[in-house]
C-alpha cells in the first residue's frame, strides 16, 4: 500500500511552490535578456566596398572570373571604434552583400543569368561568400544570398581578395561597371 503525506499537498506548500517557481522564471528571463542585451552591445558592423568592370568580350552562357584588386579592410580601425581588437573577435559573417550598376546610365542586369562571389587572402583558403541566380532582368541593384562561414581570418587581415563568377544570357556591348558594397556582422568583447 502506498502512504501520500498529504502535507505536501497543503494551500500554504502550494502557494509557497508558486512562489519559488515565479521567482525562478524572473530569475532566468532577467539572466536571459540582460545577456542578450549585452551580446547587442558587443555587435556592430564593418562595411567595405569594391567596384569591378563585366568588359563587352565576355562570352554568353560560359562562366568566366573577374578578379577584383586586393580590398584595403578598415576592419582594425572599427574594431577600436567599437572598444575591442581583433584578438577578442568571436564571430564574423556577411550581413548583406548588395551589387549595382554604376555605368553606363541606365543599364540594368539583364545581361547576367548568375554571380557568385569567392573570398581569399593570401593565409586562408578561397570559399563563397555570396550568390545569385536567376536575376530579375529589371533590376539596377541585386541583394545576394550571403553564406553563413564565419569570416573571422578574412576580415580581420589587412587584405582581402574577390573573384566574382559570372554568367550571361546575352551579349555585353558596352563595359559595365558594378559595385559590391558588403556589410559584415561583428560579435566581440570589449577590452
Known amino acids: 500500500m502506498v502512504k501520500i503525506d498529504l502535507q505536501l499537498f497543503t494551500p500554504k506548500t502550494f502557494i509557497m511552490k508558486r512562489k519559488i517557481m515565479f521567482?525562478?522564471?524572473?530569475?532566468?528571463?532577467?539572466?536571459?535578456?540582460?545577456?542578450k542585451k549585452i551580446e547587442e552591445l558587443?555587435?556592430?558592423?564593418?562595411?567595405?566596398?569594391?567596384?569591378?568592370?563585366?568588359?563587352?568580350?565576355?562570352?554568353v552562357d560560359i562562366p568566366f572570373n573577374i578578379p577584383t584588386p586586393d580590398i584595403e579592410s578598415d576592419s582594425q580601425e572599427e574594431f577600436e571604434n567599437n572598444n575591442t581588437r581583433a584578438n577578442l573577435v568571436k564571430n564574423i559573417y556577411l550581413n548583406k552583400l548588395e551589387l549595382s550598376i554604376l555605368s553606363p546610365e541606365g543599364t540594368t542586369?539583364?545581361?547576367?543569368?548568375?554571380i557568385h562571389i569567392f573570398i581569399s587572402t593570401d593565409d586562408s583558403n578561397e570559399i563563397e561568400l555570396a550568390f545569385k541566380e536567376n536575376i530579375d532582368e529589371d533590376t539596377k541593384k541585386i541583394s545576394m544570398e550571403t553564406s553563413?562561414?564565419?569570416?573571422?581570418?578574412?576580415?580581420?587581415?589587412d587584405t582581402y581578395d574577390l573573384r566574382f563568377k559570372l554568367v550571361t544570357d546575352e551579349v555585353v556591348l558596352n563595359d559595365?561597371?558594378?559595385?559590391?558594397?558588403?556589410?559584415y556582422k561583428v560579435t566581440a568583447d570589449p577590452f
Open 176 to 183: 559595365i561597371e558594378l559595385k559590391a558594397k558588403m556589410r
Open 23 to 35: 521567482f525562478i522564471g524572473v530569475v532566468l528571463f532577467s539572466y536571459i535578456t540582460s545577456c
Open 109 to 114: 542586369f539583364s545581361f547576367l543569368e548568375s
Open 148 to 157: 553563413d562561414s564565419r569570416l573571422d581570418k578574412y576580415v580581420k587581415s
Open 42 to 59: 558587443l555587435t556592430f558592423y564593418v562595411n567595405d566596398e569594391t567596384t569591378f568592370t563585366v568588359e563587352n568580350q565576355f562570352p
